[in-house]
């Protein structure tokens, strides 16, 4: 077990964090209440290495939970930002890089012709499920128990990862009325979305669903669930909206559309979309995005929306990306390369695991059901889990601090980083039994 005695500067600021941020955190995942004690705090990092406010060294497969596909501090994106931060650092007025940028998807994502840049997945998931709501004139929405879109009122229904290891999957202060008319299906169950579909003639605007579900850990949609949900939409006169705040250029540049084949009406991005920055966005075609305002009834404003700086982060990140197509390969193939690891470590040790991978995400579930859904992802042995964890932190193996979140390989890690991250993994499940 990881002795944290050893981080005196983490653990003293955490005391500190704790009198004035609740939980010590801006974001509750990162409080490490699901694995049992203190988070290291990081100072900085570099490729795919981190480091603590204690001067340890960490392999990172986290990468800011998904935007830092490249690693960290890639010297071309830190260029572009002090590039455009000597400009000054907001206008609020039209500046080039947001055409840029919404001239760069429109290229790279498919079916979407226009963009509005927010400034994190939450809001961009808020203002697609607007969008919908206002083109179709129907109120209700159906999501994936298990799946996150963010903390909007709305979406905190059945809401997976974090609001699942806090045992609370549906918060305190959103209204009976907010919750109501998002209506919950299972994952990977068409049968569950055609029964909400009948029950509910006419009154539902869309069906949202991340078309990789990466907030029960790593759930890859069966064999024709998406185009289902494709034919279920179309049928029923509802939109189909991907939530791509994490398969988004992560799957590839095209990101779940391309990588399944399957057109979504409305997509949102977050995550990679940034760079690193807080950034989000909503994208389709002209004839749904020119209903917003200005140019339609449905309101919808930013202040900071299209940031230079940030714009700089995301367009340097995704320029790069489009440059280097064999990327996409590395990483599959490193994240496919570290599930047979696991599996193989897992196997020898007598740990019931099941490994999910789809591109580069993975996650390790211990269990010896297939994990295909909620239900099948709720069945891992969350005890063991965290043993893992602890197992890995001690070994400078740094992973999202719940078993309901993804490994995410990136550009930056070598195969050398990658077989160090398994023979840590070998250690540490050995050390389990
Ligand atoms: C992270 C995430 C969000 C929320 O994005 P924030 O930038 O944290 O608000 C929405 N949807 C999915 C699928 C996510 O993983």
């Known amino acids: ?37 203190i988070p290291p705090f990081l100072v ?58 919404a001239e760069l998807l429109a290229e790279i994502v498919p079916h979407i012709d226009m963009v509005r840049m927010v400034n994190s997945g939450t809001e961009a998931v ?5 969008v919908a709501r206002g083109v179709t004139g129907r109120g209700k929405l159906i999501k994936f128990d298990g799946c996150y879109h963010g903390h909007s009122d709305a979406m905190l229904v059945g809401a997976g990862s974090g ?86 250029f992560r799957l590839g540049l095209g990101g779940a559309q391309a990588f399944f084949g399957v057109r979504a009406d409305l997509v949102t991005f977050g995550k990679i979309i940034g760079g690193g920055m807080p950034v989000g966005a909503y994208a389709g075609r002209r004839e749904l995005m020119s209903q917003v305002a200005p140019t339609g009834p449905i309101y919808q404003a930013g202040t900071l929306s299209g940031n230079p700086v940030a714009m700089a982060a995301g367009i340097s990140q995704l320029r790069i990306l489009h440059s280097h197509p064999e990327y996409y390969t590395q990483i599959a193939e490193n994240a496919s390369f570290m599930a047979e690891k696991l599996r193989e470590a897992a196997q020898k040790h007598g740990i019931p695991m099941q490994v999910n991978q789809c591109g580069a995400l993975l996650c390790p579930y ?14 891992s042995d969350l005890n063991r889990f965290r043993a893992y964890f602890h197992e890995m932190l001690g070994r400078g193996i740094y992973l999202a601090p719940s078993q309901y979140e993804a490994v995410f390989v990136n550009v930056s890690h070598s195969r050398a980083d990658i077989e160090t991250a398994c023979a840590a993994a070998e250690e540490s499940l050995a050390a389990l039994t």
């Open 44 to 101: 900085r990092g570099e490729g795919c290495r981190v480091w603590d406010a204690d001067g340890r060294e960490y392999l990172d497969f986290v990468g800011s939970w998904g935007p830092l596909i490249l690693g960290h501090s890639h010297p071309e994106v830190l260029e572009a930002v002090a590039e455009a931060m000597r400009d000054g650092l907001s206008f609020g007025a039209p500046t080039a890089r947001e055409v840029e940028m």
């Open 126 to 130: 808020m203002s697609a499920v607007r």
């Open 1 to 37: 077990m990881f002795d944290h005695t050893t981080r005196p500067e983490s653990a003293a600021l955490f005391e500190r964090a704790q009198r004035v941020l609740p939980g010590g955190v801006n974001s509750p995942v990162r409080a490490f209440r699901a694995v049992g004690g």
């Open 366 to 379: 211990f269990t010896e059901t297939p994990v295909r859904s909620f239900d099948g992802a709720k069945a």
């Open 163 to 248: 609001a699942l290891t806090q045992g609370v999957p549906d918060s305190a202060g959103v209204t009976a009325g907010a919750a109501q008319d998002t209506l919950l299906a299972k994952y990977n169950d068409l049968s569950s979305v055609s029964a909400l579909f009948d029950a509910n003639r006419g009154q539902v605007a869309a069906v949202i669903v991340e078309p990789v579900a990466a907030n029960m850990g790593v759930v890859p949609p069966e064999e024709g669930f998406l185009q289902g949900l494709r034919g279920l939409c179309d049928r029923n006169g509802a939109l189909l909206i991907f939530d791509e705040v994490i398969t988004g």
